[in-house]
Structures are given as C-alpha cells and as structure tokens.
C-alpha cells in the first residue's frame, strides 16, 4: 500500500521560501508523476505542478515562477520550494503520486498546513 | 487556467439521487475523457471517486457514477447516506498549458 507523506516547517515569515518534502513508502516514485496540490483554508484545491518521471516540470503559471519541485529517488522524495511568500500562500499542502502517466490522483499525503506570518 | 465551474452547494435526503455538475471548456472537459472526481471530508485528504469519467477504483462504492456531455461532467450519487455529505471536486486533464486543473467544489448537504 502506498504511502505519502508531507513534512516541513508548519510557518513561514512573509518574503521567504516554504520548502516541503514528501516521503514515499510502500511503492517507487521512479517512473511517476509527483505531485503538489494546496489548499487555502475554507477554498477548493489548486494545483501547484509536477515533476514527470522523465524529470521534466510543468507549473501553475499562477505561481509565477516562485515554484520548483526536485526529487531525491534514491530516497523516495520529492519536495516543493516555493519562493517569497505571502499571506496568500497559506494553505494545507498535499503531494500526490498519480498511476502511472495518468493525470488523476489516486495516493495522497494527509496534507501538511503552512501559516504565513512574522 | 480558469478553474472549472461547479454548484457551490446541492442538497438531497436520505435515499435520493444527487447530480453534481463540472462544467469546462473544449480544452479540458471536453476535449479529452479524463474527468477525475474526489470526495473530500473535513479535515481529510481528497479521496478518488471517479477517473476517466465513468470509471470506479477499486473499493469505491457504486452508488458513485461518472459521465460526460460535451463540455459538462457529471457525478450522480444515489441512495445518498448521511456519510455522503461532503464536499466534492471534479479534475480534468486540460490542454492548455498546464496539466490539470480543478473545479471550485461543490458542498453536498444530506438533509
């Protein structure tokens, strides 16, 4: 059964980078999408991008260039750094592992929430 | 990308049926039949429903069903259950310049 889960600082001050971690077990991430997902609180889902098996990224062009998802596969992580933040970046964090070359997701982490403030 | 359109809210009683309705573009909805639909309780990670528009995972009840008309998706539950009430968003794969994109999610009240 897989797995997914997220870690890093629950706060960030405002102008400085959130960076998230998620640890997969009970499966491979070689081979797969990786994904992020976040949601402000009280809001729908917004997906922040991907990292394709390939290494290649595509991003939300909301997040303007801010976002950069890497991966560690001889650790089974991928992570998410995302840079200058503000109040609008608070949110619960979800990565998510689709099935293989699909776009849907099937495994989530239980979500990592991350206040932005001083 | 513009998220994709759902009800803010729908209702229904124990027993009923309820629609949900996801509305988009040829771009993604309906362009390509890769409509994904997730349950979401409070406090929880999204659960899968629906993928590929009318398709099921494994261990996900069938009174949860998925189709597609055009440009509009659709989540029907029947015999609703009070564990039901929920809120729930659809996905779809979009063409245009990112991969997916959601739609706002709709909270369904079992009365």
């Known amino acids: 059964q897989v797995q997914l889960q997220e870690s890093g600082p629950g706060l960030v001050k405002p102008s400085e980078t959130l960076s998230l971690t998620c640890t997969v077990s009970?499966?491979?991430?070689?081979?797969?999408?990786r994904s992020w997902i976040r949601q402000p609180p009280g809001k729908g889902l917004e997906w922040i991008g991907h990292?394709?098996?390939?290494?290649?990224?595509n991003y939300n062009p909301s997040l303007k260039g801010r976002v950069t998802i890497s991966v560690d596969t001889s650790k089974n992580q991928f992570f998410l750094k995302l840079t200058s933040v503000t109040a609008a970046d608070a949110a619960v964090y979800y990565c998510?592992?689709?099935?293989?070359?699909?776009?849907?997701?099937?495994?989530w982490g239980q979500g990592a929430l991350v206040t932005v403030s001083s | 990308q513009s998220a994709l359109t759902q009800p803010a809210s729908v209702s229904g009683s124990p027993g009923q049926s309820i629609t949900v309705s996801c509305t988009g573009t040829?771009?993604?909805?309906?362009?390509?039949?890769?409509v994904s639909w997730y349950q979401q309780h409070p406090g929880r990670a999204p659960k899968l429903l629906i993928y590929?528009?009318?398709y099921r995972p494994s261990g996900v009840s069938d009174r949860f069903s998925g189709s597609k008309s055009g440009n509009t998706a659709s989540l029907t539950i029947s015999g609703l259950q009070a564990e039901d009430e929920a809120d729930y968003y659809c996905?779809?794969?979009?063409?245009?310049?990112?991969?997916?994109?959601f739609g706002g999610g709709t909270k369904l009240t079992v009365l």
């Open positions: 990292m394709y098996y390939s290494g290649s990224t």
């Open positions: 590929d528009v009318t």
């Open positions: 009970g499966g491979s991430i070689s081979g797969y999408y």
């Open positions: 998510a592992r689709p099935p293989l070359g699909a776009t849907y997701f099937d495994h």
């Open positions: 996905s779809s794969y979009t063409s245009s310049g990112t991969d997916v994109v």
């Open positions: 040829t771009s993604d909805v309906g362009g390509y039949d890769y």
